[in-house]
């Protein structure tokens, strides 16, 4: 086999074998196929697509490149949950207390943020003590003691899929379908859990922008996980403007526990509550998808979720102290409105780069994060404003923000027609 | 300028501007561009193709990435000839004294032979003591004494070219239009002629397959000339069967000779006179296409050509010989017809391959040629054979070319049917 035949093969659009895709990821991480090579066949790929065939051979040959983090010893029905980024997508941290509260078993691997999206492990390490470096055996206790385990990657998972993101990273050849499918599926199962639950975002804020794409990508992916025998739920949700109110790390920790507390925004408690009913569902502990409503919606107002998400706090180390004193910014400053009437829309790219302009995100992998900034919107889409009302807070600890605070305020649509409220779910993809 | 975003943007088909490109080239020769950024734009190029501006900035951006030979001080119009390469292609042995005869100067640089196709400086150099390492001074002397001098680049020439061809040979890149294009321009115009003839071919023996991507590739060619003021034509022949009769280094050095003695193939000598009538007339030195054949025709049939090539030869210390003695194999086999009809197709690739197996190409850029082996055709198209025929006459000097000999028969389809003879010569795509 000579990956030129290859690149020229998926060039002109004919369809590469397993055994083809074995090799192609095989010699590419033992570095006998040059990167010269694979971001040629990467930009083909981009062109000529992949079948589902090709994209299941793609993931297995990923997730065989390395470890694979073996679940059997905790006891139950591993649940899993990935989103594909967003702004102010704090739900892991709401998702992952209330369904281990449910019964079902939480063991996640997340990642850090870049760009104008959050990463749930610098939300997490923004709270005192927290640590989210786990051996494999003490994340795995950890899971059978309380249900849930939030953690790095410490394991040598899926090295193919590091080194290939690298190179799309710089070679324009992100935005392809099957690729991004693939790279998502062999990290969740090289995770292990039997049920993935997928939050496929659109709009301005999300990576996918249309509603066909993220349909496309969600049917790759579920069929990615029923040819590895895994239950594969995708929800197409709203990502135009940000989820809930705040955007910034610890800011999005205070939410967290609001949300947990019943008080949280309408759309991130009914994305927790419609995914987590799902998660419960799929995980066996309710018979009907409607009993795990019942039981998530329990859960949540008893503050059994809440008391679970301080028991797993408290378990990776973390102190979270008085809550009034949580936030530490040097001023807060708030943004108001210039007209009246309805919020139509809050671009969520804006707001999430004015977050990351702030320091609550990192422009370059090597940017440090200031945990206590922030934006926090006081309106939401469809909500009545008034001229000099406040249409967001903004917590801040760097010289001179006037054009971050344009920005935010930019960020905004205000119009004089009457705005309607809609659902943040707009899809539900399943076998 | 950042290269993932031109990448990105030609990914997603817009013309990248003149300064883009020029951005590339020169950082991809200093290697502040790497190959995977490269080959990515390479990849995307093939797929969005290249307008005829963008064409012509890269041709120039790889001109200006190394020497351009400064023809100037040559006295005269020089004509230079390229052939997008072939199965037994000795044009430029026949085309170079005929033109030079006529008052035309030439000064040609060539190549050598890879895979299929052969390369003129191998059969140059077949020919004892024959040199093509000339140095600029002694090139540019020769052209102004004897009106000829072929030799292969020392100079520095479009070193862009020669990276990027490198690169696309490996990535599944070349069949590119506009990449082919701009690497044959950019040469052409570094080696410094006024006047450019450009032979595309197109069959089986050639990288173009159909007239519609020869005619697409001829016309970018013609235009990027047209806009550095250099006169091109380009003419689109047949290489679906080998040209003339002789395939192999000094069994086509023989046929130049037999050639320029009026005793050469039809097919070879209608390509030479007819080119060569658009060398002379474009070189001004006959007043209309029509004189300028009178012209072509006389020094073809006076003998001056041939004293030309002579002359040529001895200059770059040539020494023929005796020429019954010129090739020097272990064996020549017979391949002969089983069954009678006529000569419907000569496969041009088969037996430019047959040849590279026998000895005379390289599979290889590393490979040793024999210049003494190779194939001479008895047939050619729509002639008429009788079973038990010679087809072809094979020089050896390997064991055990069994396989060979069958290749060779294989390459002759004999139908039942009279097969018509037709023109060398497709069409003529001028400015």
Request: glycine letters at 10%; one cysteine or more; charged letters at 25%.
């Amino acid at each position: 086999m000579r990956m030129v035949d290859l690149i020229e093969k998926k060039r002109d659009g004919h369809e590469l074998s397993n055994d083809e895709i074995a090799y192609i990821i095989e010699n590419y991480v033992n570095k006998s196929i040059p990167d010269y090579q694979m971001s040629s066949l990467l930009m083909a790929i981009y062109f000529q697509g992949m079948n589902h065939q090709e994209s299941a051979a793609l993931t297995n040959a990923m997730l065989n490149s390395g470890d694979v983090i073996d679940l059997s010893v905790v006891k139950g029905i591993k649940v899993d949950k990935h989103s594909t980024g967003g702004v102010g997508d704090k739900t892991t941290l709401v998702l992952g207390p209330l369904v281990a509260s449910c019964g079902a078993k939480v063991a996640k691997l997340s990642g850090r943020g870049l760009g104008h999206t959050g990463g749930t492990l610098d939300k997490l390490e923004s709270i005192e003590g927290l640590s989210i470096n786990l051996s494999i055996e003490d994340f795995i206790n950890q899971v059978n003691d309380i249900g849930i385990a939030v953690a790095g990657q410490t394991a040598n998972l899926t090295p193919a899929d590091k080194l290939l993101y690298a190179l799309r990273d710089v070679t324009a050849t992100v935005p392809s379908i099957p690729l991004i499918a693939s790279s998502i599926m062999s990290k969740k199962l090289a995770s292990g859990s039997d049920v993935i639950v997928l939050d496929v975002k659109i709009g301005d804020g999300a990576f996918m922008k249309t509603i066909e794409d993220a349909r496309e990508l969600s049917k790759i992916m579920v069929q990615i996980g029923s040819s590895f025998d895994k239950k594969v739920v995708a929800f197409i949700t709203d990502m135009s403007s940000p989820l809930g109110f705040a955007v910034g790390n610890k800011l999005e920790v205070l939410e967290a526990i609001n949300t947990l507390q019943g008080k949280g925004p309408a759309d991130l408690t009914e994305l927790c509550v419609e995914i987590g009913s799902y998660m419960v569902y799929s995980g066996g502990i309710a018979t009907t998808l409607e009993k795990a409503k019942e039981l998530v919606l329990e859960k949540l107002h008893s503050g059994e979720a809440l008391a679970k998400l301080y028991d797993f706090i408290k378990h990776q180390g973390g102190i979270l102290g008085d809550l009034s004193q949580f936030i530490d910014v040097k001023e807060i400053i708030e943004v108001k409105a210039e007209s009246s009437g309805y919020v139509e829309h809050i671009n969520a790219l804006a707001i999430g780069v004015a977050a990351m302009k702030l320091g609550a995100g990192r422009e370059t992998k090597e940017d440090v994060i200031d945990p206590n900034v922030g934006i926090v919107l006081e309106k939401k889409i469809g909500d009545q404003v008034k001229s000099g009302e406040v249409l967001a807070v903004v917590y801040n600890n760097k010289q001179n923000i006037k054009e971050i605070l344009s920005e935010v305020q930019e960020a905004f649509t205000i119009s004089k027609e009457h705005v309607a409220k809609q659902s943040i779910i707009f899809e539900i993809i399943t076998e």
